[in-house]
């Protein structure tokens, strides 16, 4: 009988020392199946260049495994980056805002792409200049130097140094970070993920993680201007897994009602997470959870930090094969223009043209060619007397007329045979005029002598 009342006595206090344990203790057991559902809502979409709907998403879905960086889905988000950068015209994306280029470093580092040469241009070399990061003060220093130390293919251990003396610097009293006089749990967050792998910034860790637990409320979350939100618990529970603290069971962060992985765990909606407890499911408020919770089972199975793709293969861009320099044309020596041939059909010969004109050509032809042209004329007309042998005073006419050697080629007579066309005797006129000038004379001569 005793030994039932101890058992029954043992079962009571068993009893009343797990109703003691809050209820939320348990449920963080379950952020696997709210952990998947998320990155179920996220990949639902294409995502596209912006702080909502594109890097972080990517991020998310690259680090959780949910997206291959050699797949369509990284591809086609790749490819529209390039398009982005290219329409920009600058490695730097916006002249007052960092986080436009961390962000996207961050991004294409974890899909295995070199943020060093993107369209042409070097997104990282911009986050080398301090005066360019901290002008969004701790929180852009902090992203540029996660977005620096992504992958040691970047260097840069100068420009790095810089910016975690500069964080160093601006460490509000009593640990912890903020935009402005008191200690802010969001920028502390990302200034812890940010410094954890640098070893002179340790004791500002730890400093750090003990102002977090210090703003820490009781149910496990926390408050960012008077508000609090899904994302601030998302970005501390960031900050834990990469300094190696479990927000679901280190006693610094489970306070009266819960954990701080609890406190998130109370945003979500089924499908996704809410920016304010009860709210609908948000697309930021999502994106934030769904990479906390990613660096939370990093943490958990031992994998690397959530900010270290040292463990993402770089993707090298297909170097085109070389294409063969053409070998110049040579230039065709103009051939000469060929000497013109002589046609066929010689040139006329040109028509002689006589040394001295005849004195008088008939108008036409006689009706018959005498035989025979005499040498001399005749010694008396018919009638009158022999005319005497002794010349007269006046020099006699010539006896023959001139007349031309050749006969004028004729364009259009018949041929004859290969004869010679009888020549026109053109002196009889001339010659018989002579003569009657002659007789005339020698009357005149005899009447004037008798």
Known sequence: MRKLRYRLISALLAILLLAAVPFSAFASADWQTPYSAVLNYI?????????????????ALARSGRVRPTGSYCENYYASIESVVRAAGSGTLDPNKATENSRLVIA???????????AGYDLVEPLTDLNFVKRQGPTGAAYALLALGARKEYGESSAKNAIVDFLLSVERPGGGWSLGTVADPDVTAAVITALAPYSKANEAVARGVGKLSEMQLDNGGFSTMGAQTSESSSQVITALSTVGIDAATDPRFVKAEGSALDALLNYYTGTGFAHSQGGSTNAMASEQAAYSLCAYSRFKSGQRDLYDMSDVSMISEATPAPTATPKPTPTPTPTPAPTPKP???????PTP????????????????TPTEVPTEAPTEEPGTEPAETEPPETEPAETEPHVQTEAPAATDAPG???????????????????AAIAVCALVLWRKKHG
Do not use: C, H, M, Q
């Open 43 to 59: 990949s639902g979409t294409v995502p596209a260049f912006g702080s909502v709907g594109g890097e972080w998403r990517v991020f």
């Open 108 to 118: 294409l580092s974890s899909i295995g792409r070199n943020a060093r040469s993107v």
């Open 343 to 349: 046609t066929d059909t010689p040139a006329p010969t």
């Open 353 to 368: 043209v006589p040394t001295e004109a005849p004195t008088e050509t008939p108008t036409e032809a006689p009706t018959e």
């Open 416 to 434: 004859d045979g290969g004869n010679t066309p009888p020549k026109k005797l053109y002196w009889i006129i001339p010659a018989a005029a002579a």
